[in-house]
Structure formats: structure tokens, C-alpha cells
């Protein structure tokens, strides 16, 4: 037997310096030093210069707190964004931001003055905003360098702030756009109130919670009414919010309701306290029962029965006057209580009845005022009665549980009064809240600035800036309501289900409450003329305190300049200074017009292409930006809206610290690196509520080590590969051909999934691609080729140019993901080049014949298809070591397998990664057995031609000639 020789010299086996363990936590911190050192996004900026420009607006994240998971998903979405916009060739700049001002700053840095038993209110306005802009600015800070971890690209050292000078000159120039354009308006309506951060709320500002409150029926007497048998009955009303008694101005009914007179009789009926004993009610015929059942709860009584006569309509109740059951304490409470007609009286709960306090309701407003009922202002900022108030004056706070409860104040006075019929703390509903401070919020009448809704806009005085303009937005609603219902309906909505979210809202809104009545935000730099309700509308008085806020910030705001303001043509004697801020919302959705029309970048455009935020920002910066545009130029600042929904636990369950659930991105940064968060962020389906935990950080950490091995063969295979080696698509082998058609679908996809912000199923198809088409397949196939074949060899050099070409794809679209890795892929196979993140998208075959031809696909999808059924045949033989590996394995197919256009038993070895292939025409199944053939030294394939094992097979021994004559 002849000597057997070590042919591992001669085997072109793949070297790389690129690590199978990835250790991204200690790596990505180095790169990103090195992408800040060399100004990477500079560079971008440059190389992209002139092209078509595609704009993200940064929708500002709030300056409170470290970045949590939502934080990181979202910028990474923004990041995906404009990384594969720039990869598409355009020119797509990400300027980040910060909204710095409103409540949540406030109420913090108020912490640190409750913990000193201090008053804010007793310091300096100048300082206390001081404290708050550096604790704003603290946080930008830390939440920059948090988001730089992540690998974002943009413009960090140039981020906008709300609390920037400028950008609060340039809020306050658009709030007196308003303004002069009699957009404005001051009025007192019930808005969302917060006693506890004694401001009004908007709603984006509100969350709702269930809570268990006190119901309680209460009787009216009826004094006055066109039906004579009513005088002496009571008008029942049904309330879950007995505070709001004390400021009862009358009753509403159901013109369209049917009502009856009632009364309790039978023995129980005597034990009742009056007027339950002895008295009438009115209430509507379909909640008797009802009615009945709450009195019969609260009294203990085991049977009470009730007597009624024909029902009343509701529309024969004009005229009708009841009195205040504290009708006795004279003054407010002495006047008579009207009932009125009411369209939102329904039959759903209560009794038919609804007592109206138009300082607390919305409907109660409008219905009373309608009737020249005005608001009386009876519950402080603070949430308590108004001290000269006749009843409960000084006390509260009013949603205090234990001041409503059935043996609270309100109740136990209405008892003494005879007036309360049924109270239990058993009504289970939801309510609103603050969202920062968590305390219930309250209905409150307080005087604050609105833009109006549906008023018709002067067009000439809010969209004049140029002629272009004007022109552009003929034809535009007339009232902001209606701009910007057309606008919803014409901007791109993704997914298109924010199209009608947004539209509900914006189509069922009240007028926008711009006021707040806190210190830290941007003002209403407004002066109104004592003894009116006029503000000044002076472009000249505007001009300058847009100047003076531009330049020395919200302080230039202030009674020691109101003179200079006013200029020589005003006493400022005459004038209210106004010291409310503005909303915050406000603020955030003028951030536009600083950001994108200032030219403070010059690399931005207005209108933005995109606005991207999670679902919430329908009813928040979507739409404060939508109706701040629309109001000022006509149109929406975007023309297009991205929507995602909400990070949840694993199993699908809000994230909470008292849940102990959250998951906190720097520590899983720590932990796995910012590339596995990436991933996480771009495979799942953002646009719907998702999850994440630890199972499925480790589920995506596999998903990405498939990836990472794929660029590791294929930097092994690659190595010193150049073009001299190149061969055309035409001379290359079917198998090489029909990969590139893979890729070119591969490429459309992508694109595809580009233009749909669709970036889960970019990620899907790519990391599908590398699994699946490439190492579960064409590597495994070709690994042969690749090893052992001589470097002259054109199937080998075929495949090196297709791993070439395959190395430029998907490298460049796996670096909009996994930008850390990437880099590192692209600086190991090009250590003098460029950053990766400079390149353009890759440039692939074009469309062949083949990638048209129908049988072309058909053909492989069928070779593929068999290939599985014969790998499945090997399987079990070499699990019960009968076969050492597929290479030993014989293979024989039914001739019902052939497939047309291929030569099985030449082709099937080489793609089976198999003995030899036969045909069996009276087979009914596919065949294993193991081969009879002596195993080559070299390319370890047993084959006919190999004399003995350890002899090498005729193209081993041309590749081995051909490598030791280039060495000799």
C-alpha cells in the first residue's frame, strides 16, 4: 500500500483575522471613538451634498431621565431611516432635539424645594427657570451620549433645543402669527385641571385609570313648571362626582326622553328618611328600576316597591324650575335652577336627569351659557372652594375619596338637607389623570387662551409670507378644522391606520388650550388692555419681543420691559402684562419652523418627508405640529407619518418598575452590545405593540451570530481574491448564475421594504438570505470548489466572484442594522478604507434572462427540493455512524425524480454533497447506501478514478500540480 501523503498544504481552507465571538460591548465603544474622531457624519453630509434630499424631523424626546427601551427604539427606527435614505444615494441629515420646557422639569426640580420644606413660589421666577434649564440640560446631555451608544448617526454636536434662545423666539414669533391673524382668543371654558400641579392639562398630558368613587342620587325640589303636578315633586339627578353639587346652576333633559312622577309605597316605605318617605320624583321611565335598586342598596330595606303615573315627555318640561337642595344658605344657592333641553341626555345610566355645574363640564358649559348661565369660578387652582364660598367655602381638595364619600361633608350636609336619596363608594369607572403626577385631574372653568377650531382664518394675514405660498394653498379649507382634516387625508400614513386615528381626533377636538399656568416654558408674550379682553396687535411691539426673547431667552419676558415693548405709542400702565406660558405641545409642534425653515441647518428642508414617533403622538406632537402649520402656512409640516406601537415584557405585559419587568437598554447594551438591540429593533413588527426579554434578546443574539458567520466564511473564502481572478456571469456555472438571480430578488425586496419603512421584513430577508440561501445551501455546496479546486479553475473562480459580489450586497444592507459590525466586516477585508458607511447601495446584476425565465426558477426550486429529500434519506445513516459523512453515501433516485434541464447523475454529486448519483427506473423511493469507492487524499470524495484511498482523483491531482509548479 502506498505511503499516504499530507495534502493540508495544498487546500485552500478560508483565513480570516475576523473573530467568530463577536465581544460587541467591548468593541463598539472603539468604533464609535473612531467615527467621532474622523467626523463620519460630516463626511456623509459632504459626500451626499446636492443630491435629492430626504428630511426626518427628530420628533424631541423630553429631557427627563435616562433612555428607557421605547427611547431606543425609537431612535433606532429613526436611525434606519435616514441610514438607508443615505444608502439609496440620497442626501438624508438627522438633526436630534430636546423638548426642554413644561411640567415634568418643573415638578422635579419643585421636588427638591418640598424636600427642604420651601416654597418655589417664594423664589426668584429668573432663578428657578435657571434650575430647571440645568437640569434640562443635564439630561440632554446624558441621553446624547446614551443614544450615541447605540450607534445613531446625526449631527450631536449641534442638536436643537426648545430652550435654545432662538428657539424660543422663534416659538413666541409663531404664537403672535396666531395672533395677528385673529387666531387668538381668550375665554373661560372647562378644561382638564390638575390640583395638585395647579395647571391645566391637555389632553396628551392625561392618562386614564380605573377608580372607585361615590354615586349618589340627589333630589331637587321643583318650585315652578307648566305641569301643574309636578310643583312639590323632585327632579332626581344621578352623580359620581358629589363636589360638583356645590356648583350646580341647573338641570338638563332629554327633549326625546320619556319621564314619569314616582313614589315609594308599602310598609318599608315609612322607614325611608324624607322626602324618601312621603315625596314624588321625577325620573326618566327607563331608570325607575334602576333607581329603585340603589335606594334599596343604600337603605338595607328588604322590599321596596314604587308607584308611577303616565309618563311626561321630556320636551313639555320647559319651563320647569327646581331650587338647590342648599337653597337655604340664600345668596348663589337661593336662585332658582332651570331645567333645560339637553341633546346629550341620554337613558344609558343615571335617572334621565343631569345636574349642570358649567364650571366643571363641557356640555354643562355650553348648554348654560346658551341660556345666559355664566361660570362663577368656585374652585380654586388648588382644588379647593373659593373661601367666600356660602358652602364648604375653604375646604377640599374636591376629588378627595374621603370628602366625596357617603359620610364626607357634601354628603352628610345633603342628608340634613333631606335632599340625599342614595349614596354608595362602590361606582367602578375609568377617570382621568395626570400622567406626571398621577393624581386625578378635575373639570375646572378657568380663563385661558384657545385657538379656535372652526373659525374662518384670514388667509392673507396667517399664510402671507410669499406670493409663492398664497398661491400654493388656494383652495385650502377655510377654518383650521377643515385644513387640516384635508391635509390628514393627504399625507402618507404608515401604517395607514394612523390615517383614522388622527382623523377621529383631530375631527371631534375642541378648541386648542394654549395656556399654562406654571413658570417654566415659553410665554404668552401677549399685552391685553385693562378693563377689555382685547390683546395688542402691534407687528412692531411684536417685532420686539421677538428680538429681546431671541436673544436673552423666556427672562426677556418681563414687567420691568414691558415699556421697551410697547414703544413710545403705549403706556404700559394701561395694559395686563400676560404671565401665562404656553402649552408645551405648543412648543414642540412649532419645532418646524426653528429646525427646518431657520437655515440654522442648512442641510434640513421644510416641509419634513417623514415624522416618525410612537403611537401616543397622534393626539401629541403629530398633531400640535399638524394644527400649528396648518393654522400658519396650510398645510402639514410632513408629508409623510410613521407610527410605532409599544415595547411590552415577553409575555406581552406592560413594562413597570413596581412589576419588576422593564428592560433597561444600557444594561442589555452592557450585556450584548448595541448591534443585538438593533436587531431586536428592526425584526419585530414596530408598528404594532411588541415584546422583548431575556429569551428573545438570546433568540436574536443567535439570529445574529448566523449573520456574523456568514461574513466570516465569506471573508475566509475571499482571501486574496482580486479582479485578475473576475469572471463574467456568462462563463459562470448554472449553480453561480441562479445564486445571482437569488440575489437580485433579494435586492428588490430590500428596496422594496426601503420604501415601506417595512424593516421587518428587511431584516427577515436578509437574515433568511444568509441562512438559508447561502449557508445552508451555496456555501455547503461550494466549500468543495473552494478548497479543493485549482486556483486556475473556473468554477472556483466563479464562485469567488459571486462571494465577491455577494460580500458588496450585504454588507451594505446589513449596515443600516448592524452598524457597529459592519464597520468591523468592512475595515477587516479593507483595513485603509473608508468607512462602510459611506457607501451607496450595491450595485447587482441586473435582470437576466434568466431572473425572467419562469423554468429557469422552477428548475432550481426543484433541484433544492430534491437536494432536501436526499440530505433527509442520508441523515439517519450517518446518526447510527453506518455513514461517516454524506460523502460516502451512494445515492440512488426513482427516474419519477429526474428534473427537465438537469443532469442528476453528472450535477447530483456536487450538489448533494454525495457519492455517487444512479437512476433507478423501478424504484419507488430514494436509496442510501454506502459507497464502494476508494476516498481521495485530498478532497476527501470517493470516486471511481481513485485507485486506493489516499490517492488523489484527477482534478486534485491538476490543482496539486498546479500549486506546486506556482511555488517551485
Known amino acids: 500500500m502506498t505511503q499516504q501523503r499530507d495534502y493540508r498544504n495544498t487546500v485552500f481552507l478560508p483565513k480570516t483575522a475576523f473573530p467568530m465571538k463577536a465581544g460587541l460591548p467591548q468593541k463598539e465603544p472603539g468604533i464609535l471613538s473612531r467615527w467621532e474622531d474622523e467626523g463620519i457624519y460630516r463626511q456623509m453630509r459632504a459626500a451626499r451634498e446636492g443630491r435629492e434630499k430626504f428630511v426626518l424631523h427628530d420628533g424631541p424626546p423630553y429631557a427627563n431621565g435616562d433612555m428607557h427601551i421605547g427611547h431606543a427604539l425609537n431612535h433606532i427606527l429613526k436611525d434606519m431611516v435616514c441610514r438607508t435614505q443615505n444608502l439609496l444615494g440620497k442626501d438624508a441629515p438627522y438633526v436630534p432635539g430636546w423638548d426642554c420646557h413644561g411640567l415634568p422639569i418643573e415638578w422635579k426640580v419643585e421636588e427638591k424645594y418640598r424636600k427642604k420644606k420651601l416654597n418655589k413660589d417664594e423664589v426668584p421666577a429668573e432663578e428657578f427657570r435657571a434650575e430647571c434649564r440645568a437640569y434640562a440640560q443635564h439630561w440632554v446631555d446624558t441621553q446624547r451620549e446614551q443614544l450615541k451608544r447605540l ?97 350646580n346652576q341647573a338641570l338638563a333633559y332629554g327633549p326625546e326622553v320619556e319621564y314619569r312622577r314616582c313614589w315609594f309605597r308599602g310598609e318599608e316605605a315609612g322607614e325611608l328618611p324624607e322626602p324618601l318617605k312621603s315625596g314624588k320624583f321625577l325620573i326618566a321611565a327607563e331608570l325607575i328600576g334602576a333607581f329603585q335598586n340603589r335606594v334599596f342598596t343604600a337603605s338595607g330595606l328588604e322590599r321596596l316597591e314604587l308607584e308611577y303615573e303616565p309618563a311626561i315627555k321630556g320636551s313639555d318640561l320647559a319651563g320647569t324650575i327646581a331650587r338647590h337642595p342648599m337653597h337655604h344658605l340664600g345668596g348663589f344657592f337661593a336662585a332658582p335652577r332651570p331645567l333645560l333641553p339637553g341633546d346629550f341626555v341620554t337613558t344609558d345610566s343615571g335617572t334621565g336627569l343631569v345636574h349642570m355645574s358649567p364650571d366643571h363640564g363641557e356640555d354643562d358649559f355650553d348648554l348654560c351659557k346658551a341660556h345666559g348661565i355664566e361660570p362663577v369660578f368656585a374652585v380654586e387652582g388648588d382644588g379647593k372652594y373659593r373661601e367666600d364660598w356660602l358652602w364648604l367655602g375653604g375646604q377640599g381638595s374636591v376629588i378627595n375619596p374621603k370628602f366625596n364619600a357617603p359620610d364626607g361633608p357634601i354628603c352628610s350636609d345633603l342628608r340634613e338637607a333631606g335632599a340625599l336619596l342614595a349614596a354608595s363608594a362602590d361606582y367602578q369607572h375609568s377617570y382621568p389623570h395626570s400622567w406626571r403626577s398621577k393624581a386625578k385631574v378635575i373639570f375646572r372653568c378657568t380663563p385661558q387662551w384657545f385657538v379656535p377650531m372652526d373659525k374662518p382664518i384670514d388667509r392673507q394675514a396667517a399664510l402671507c409670507e410669499t406670493e409663492a405660498q398664497i398661491r400654493a394653498e388656494q383652495g385650502a379649507g377655510e377654518t383650521l378644522r377643515e385644513i387640516a382634516m384635508a391635509e390628514i387625508g393627504r399625507v402618507r400614513f404608515v401604517p395607514e391606520k394612523g390615517r383614522n386615528r388622527i382623523g377621529s381626533m383631530v375631527s371631534g377636538r375642541p378648541d386648542w388650550v394654549l395656556s399654562r399656568q406654571r413658570a417654566w416654558g415659553v410665554p404668552i408674550t401677549l399685552f391685553v388692555k385693562k378693563g377689555t379682553n382685547q390683546y395688542l396687535c402691534d407687528p412692531a411691539v411684536n417685532q420686539r419681543i421677538v428680538a429681546a426673547v431671541s436673544e436673552g431667552g423666556v427672562d426677556a419676558w418681563s414687567d420691568a420691559r414691558a415699556q421697551e415693548f410697547l414703544g413710545n405709542d403705549y403706556n404700559a400702565a394701561d395694559y395686563e402684562r400676560v404671565t401665562d406660558i404656553l402649552d408645551v405641545w405648543f412648543d414642540s409642534g412649532s419645532t418646524h419652523a426653528f429646525v427646518l425653515e431657520s437655515g440654522r441647518w442648512p442641510d434640513l428642508k421644510w416641509p419634513a418627508d417623514l415624522y416618525l414617533e410612537g403611537s401616543d403622538q397622534h393626539r401629541g406632537w403629530f398633531q400640535s405640529s399638524l394644527l400649528e402649520s396648518c393654522a400658519t402656512r396650510g398645510r402639514a409640516p410632513y408629508d409623510a407619518v410613521l407610527t410605532h406601537g409599544f415595547t411590552m415584557d415577553q409575555k406581552g405585559m406592560k413594562m413597570s418598575k413596581s412589576l419588576g419587568n422593564t428592560i433597561d437598554p444600557l444594561k442589555v447594551m452592557q450585556q450584548y452590545g448595541a448591534d443585538i438591540i438593533r436587531l431586536w429593533a428592526l425584526s419585530v413588527d414596530f408598528t404594532e405593540d411588541h415584546r422583548i426579554g431575556d429569551e428573545i434578546l ?224 423501478h424504484a419507488t423511493e430514494i436509496k442510501i447506501t454506502r459507497t464502494t469507492h476508494h476516498k481521495c487524499g485530498r478532497c476527501w470524495r470517493h470516486l471511481p478514478e481513485v485507485a486506493e484511498d489516499g490517492a488523489l482523483c484527477g482534478r486534485c491531482e491538476e490543482a496539486v500540480a498546479e500549486i506546486e509548479g506556482a511555488t517551485a
Open 698 to 921: 438570546k433568540g436574536v443574539s443567535d439570529q445574529y451570530r448566523k449573520m456574523r458567520n456568514t461574513f466570516r466564511y465569506m471573508l475566509g473564502a475571499l482571501e486574496g481574491f482580486d479582479d485578475a481572478e473576475r469572471v463574467d456571469v456568462k462563463d459562470m456555472p448554472e449553480l453561480e448564475r441562479y445564486v445571482l438571480v437569488l440575489l437580485e430578488k433579494l435586492d428588490a425586496t430590500m428596496k422594496r421594504a426601503v420604501a415601506d419603512f417595512d424593516y421587518n421584513t428587511y431584516v427577515r430577508a436578509l437574515s433568511e438570505f444568509c441562512n438559508e440561501d447561502l449557508s445552508a445551501f451555496y456555501f455547503d455546496i461550494r466549500k468543495d470548489s473552494l478548497y479543493c479546486d485549482a486556483p486556475s479553475d473556473p468554477r472556483r473562480r466563479a464562485c469567488r466572484t459571486v462571494l465577491d459580489t455577494l460580500f458588496h450586497a450585504l454588507v451594505r444592507y446589513a449596515a443600516p442594522v448592524l452598524v457597529f459590525t459592519a464597520e468591523e466586516v468592512w475595515g477587516t477585508r479593507y483595513p485603509d478604507a473608508a468607512s462602510v458607511h459611506l457607501n451607496e447601495w450595491p450595485v447587482v446584476p441586473g435582470k437576466s434572462a434568466e431572473s425572467e425565465d419562469d423554468k429557469f426558477l422552477a428548475k432550481w426550486n426543484e433541484v433544492r427540493s430534491l437536494r432536501r429529500k436526499v440530505t433527509e434519506a442520508i441523515e439517519p445513516l450517518r446518526r447510527d455512524k453506518t455513514l461517516g459523512s454524506s460523502l460516502e453515501a451512494d445515492v440512488t433516485i426513482p427516474d419519477y425524480e429526474l428534473i427537465d434541464g438537469w443532469d442528476e447523475t453528472k450535477a447530483g454529486p456536487e450538489i448533494f454533497i454525495s457519492g455517487q448519483l444512479n437512476v433507478d427506473f
Open 151 to 247: 450607534g445613531v448617526m446625526g449631527d450631536w454636536d449641534h442638536p436643537y433645543l426648545t430652550m435654545d434662545p432662538q428657539a424660543e423666539g422663534t416659538i413666541v414669533r409663531e404664537l403672535l402669527k396666531f395672533a395677528e391673524s385673529g387666531q387668538l382668543y381668550r375665554g373661560a371654558k372647562p378644561v382638564m385641571w390638575s390640583p395638585v400641579e395647579k395647571t391645566a392639562l391637555a389632553e396628551a398630558e392625561v392618562e386614564y385609570e380605573d377608580i372607585t368613587s361615590t354615586q349618589i342620587d340627589v333630589a331637587f325640589e321643583i318650585t315652578e313648571s307648566p305641569i301643574p303636578e309636578l310643583v312639590g315633586a323632585h327632579a332626581v339627578i344621578w352623580t359620581t362626582t358629589p363636589w360638583t353639587i356645590p356648583v
